[in-house]
């Protein structure tokens, strides 16, 4: 065994690294290298094998590497060279004082149940872990002041498990916190922080976690520490619990603990952006706080509470709301109610929905209810958002529902290609990432010759073709899965057929099977000769979902069809390092929900800043995005699978393929690299972050920040 030193200020368990390279220790504990292309590098070339080995963790890889290599790598100057270079860009980058406007805001804490950062912290399970990530990401790069809240969920991440009958079977796969680039918060006496959750009894107590993203951290709690009994240590096991009872312990610990958490540490902020509603409790805490600390009136903390908090919602679905029956609420708050100076009936009076006012407290109705900045995920979400709600606010007319929207966006230096980002670099200026957000940057564009761009996206197909092989060439060795299985899962995959990708969560409204609507139709598109096409599937259904395990068995059963001659494939456990060679990789990204049930999307996004085609029917931020040269859009404004299907299929035909197909002498799609350059041209900076944070910054957190400013001056006075 090697000398392991618990080192104090990382408080992990990284190894002792030679006083030349130990910089690396501290690289490897900030997630910024994830999205720098140097950063990556620099751990790719210390040993390039132990980094795939390792998936792509460098706290693994450093505590696998045999001490006598480090010391090689000392006396390595190109090693030295590329690992002086990428520790200045991170000193630079940590002490940068980036600008992002006249304004700043005041700090901000921010809230969300799931994280999705990269596949070493496996806390998240779909696209709002995502979003809520680009945003700590992109507000590092800005330079905001804010500070994350979420869990540490020590049993999150379920592996997908698909067997030869295709029914999924998940496999929980427990955080090896030892190798996970998290730390320790201690106390001051050393010791691991720990913080009594209020008011549960028995009292549970939570554990505390950071993890560095760029500039900000992100506190985490955790649950499962001998303290607790058994029960209450596994509230933080799992993402989104099905026992109702579990949940409303788990957004307790989330909302309430969290917010102590940060009192406890004393973390300064004026502005609280909860992100969905699962963390909403926060806002009751902060209710207390003012009452008990600043000696507030009720009125005067909620006033206060309500003008400086924002609150964001991204489901289209009154359904899909966490609704906790008022008994159950009451075995828990009826000591906290009194503390806020309410009794029952106003307590639950924010959480009472008027559509349903039986059924329980409506974490969404509440998060509407105590915080004054409201917003939906896309323009058209708003306007789903404001019909839906109406009633919260007591009006009958939609348009005055005091409920705005930001659309989402996703974070480029994460998304976007390291190639593509390489050649950006050169094109557009060392400093574009500063001007991300501004169209004209994106004129530019027309200076990388079409070649140069399909030659990037070329290399990117092959290496998701060959990411995709060697993932089931493993599987076959290793797990001696089912040849039906192997052939499913992309052996037969062609990096020179035109690609559709369809990924993400399987589940009913988003429809995966669509394409499979018709079968003999779409034998014919994808065995056409001379023109073939293949689609490539992948994405988890819930556990609980069985309908959505039934669409998912049902693509698989395509997949395994000879007919389809092995162009159908089913790539097993989507996650984020699988996103991105899809994204990259793949020609046309499909997307067809029920409208309007998707609230924003933006895996398509994604895909649209590296190339790859969206094709999507009018939902999300697509009504935003198309500008009918940079994609496609099919079916009509109300979903019906016969006509949907019938006009996917007649756009893939009649649209896609011929012009996919139609390539110069050196067999490039001349056509296509134009409406590629237009997709990357008008998608990049209308749905990068840092769009995206822009409209937070100005509809939201710096009208808070002067209200906040205001508030504690009229109370002063
Ligand atoms: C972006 C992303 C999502 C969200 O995709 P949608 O298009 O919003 O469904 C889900 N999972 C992963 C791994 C992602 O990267």
Redo the contacts with the bound molecule.
């Keep these: 065994m090697k000398n392991i030193r618990n080192n104090t200020s990382a408080n992990i368990a990284i190894p002792e690294l030679p006083e030349r390279i130990s910089g690396l220790g501290e690289i490897a504990l900030n997630l910024w290298w994830t999205w720098n292309p140097r950063g990556k590098r620099l751990f790719e070339i210390v040993n390039p094998y132990l980094w795939k080995e390792c998936k792509q963790n460098p706290i693994a890889m450093l505590k696998k590497i045999p001490e006598e290599e480090l010391h090689g790598l000392c006396e390595n100057e190109n090693f030295m060279d590329e690992y002086r270079y990428v520790r200045a860009l991170f000193k630079q980058y940590m002490n940068d004082n980036a600008a992002y406007g006249d304004e700043e805001p005041l700090p901000i804490a921010y809230f969300c149940a799931e994280y999705?950062l990269h596949h070493s912290v496996p806390i998240y399970s779909?696209?709002l872990g995502?979003l809520a990530g680009d945003i700590l990401k992109e507000s590092s790069d800005m330079g905001l002041p804010m500070v994350g809240m979420g869990f540490m969920y020590p049993q999150g991440y379920v592996r997908q498990v698909i067997g030869s009958d295709g029914w999924q079977r998940g496999a929980n796969e427990s955080i090896d916190k030892d190798t996970a680039p998290i730390e320790r918060v201690l106390d001051k006496d050393g010791g691991h922080f720990t913080v009594k959750v209020p008011f549960i009894d028995p009292p549970v107590y939570a554990t505390v976690w950071k993890i560095n993203v760029g500039r900000i951290t992100l506190y985490l709690l955790d649950t499962d520490i001998e303290q607790n009994d058994p029960w209450d240590r596994q509230i933080s096991s799992h993402l989104y619990t099905p026992d109702m009872h579990q949940r409303l312990r788990q957004q307790i610990v989330l909302g309430i603990g969290g917010y102590s958490v940060l009192e406890r540490l004393g973390i300064e902020y004026s502005i609280l952006h909860l992100n969905e509603g699962h963390p909403a409790f926060a806002l009751f805490e902060r209710v207390r706080t003012f009452i008990e600390n600043e000696k507030m009136a009720m009125k005067d903390a909620i006033e206060r509470v309500r003008a400086t908090s924002i609150f964001t919602t991204h489901t289209p679905l009154q359904a899909a709301t966490d609704v906790y029956g008022f008994d159950m609420m009451g075995h828990y708050f009826s000591d906290y109610w009194n503390r806020l100076g309410m009794n029952k009936e106003q307590f639950m009076s924010f959480g009472l929905n008027p559509d349903a006012p039986e059924s329980g407290f409506n974490m969404t109705v509440f998060g509407l209810k105590m915080c004054a900045h409201r917003n939906a995920v896309s323009k058209k979400h708003c306007e789903v958002t404001k019909g839906i709600w109406k009633n919260v606010f007591s009006l009958i007319n939609t348009s005055e529902v005091p409920i705005d929207y930001v659309t989402n966006g996703v974070h480029l230096p994460t998304w976007l290609g390291d190639e593509l980002f390489v050649e950006l670099d050169k094109i557009l200026g060392e400093n574009w990432i500063k001007m991300q957000d501004n169209p004209d940057l994106w004129l530019r564009l027309k200076d990388i010759p079409g070649s140069r761009i399909w030659d990037i996206h070329y290399a990117c197909k092959e290496s998701m073709v060959n990411f995709i092989r060697e993932l089931v060439r493993r599987k076959w060795a290793d797990e001696g899965i089912d040849p039906l299985v192997a052939m499913a899962e992309g052996v037969m995959l062609d990096p020179d057929v035109l690609t559709i990708g369809f990924a993400?969560?399987m589940t009913g409204y988003k429809r995966p099977d669509l394409i499979l609507h018709d079968m003999d139709r779409l034998d014919r598109i994808i065995n056409n000769f001379e023109r073939p096409v293949q689609v490539i599937f992948a994405g988890k259904a819930h556990p609980s979902d069985n309908p959505g395990k039934q669409i998912l068995q049902r693509i698989f059963k395509a997949a395994q069809d000879p007919r389809f001659r092995g162009r159908i494939a089913f790539v097993e456990d989507?996650?984020?390092s699988l996103?991105k060679y899809l994204v990259h990789g793949c020609d046309v990204w499909l997307n067809n929900p029920v409208i309007p049930l998707e609230a924003c999307?933006?895996?398509?996004m994604?895909a649209g800043i590296n190339g790859t085609l969206h094709c999507s029917s009018l939902d999300g931020w697509w009504p935003e995005g198309y500008n009918g040269k940079n994609g496609w859009a099919f079916g009509g404004d109300v979903a019906n699978d016969d006509t949907d299907a019938a006009a996917l299929y007649d756009t893939i035909e009649h649209k896609i393929v011929p012009l996919y197909y139609a390539v110069d002498e050196q067999g490039r799609p001349v056509e296509w690299i134009r409406m590629m350059k237009e997709a990357m041209g008008r998608i990049s900076p209308a749905f990068s972050a840092r769009r995206m944070m822009k409209d937070y910054l100005n509809k939201f957190y710096i009208p808070s920040s002067i209200n906040a400013v205001k508030n504690v001056q009229g109370t002063g006075a």
């Design positions: 999705g779909g696209g995502f993400r969560r989507y996650g984020e996103a999307g933006t895996s398509g994604k």
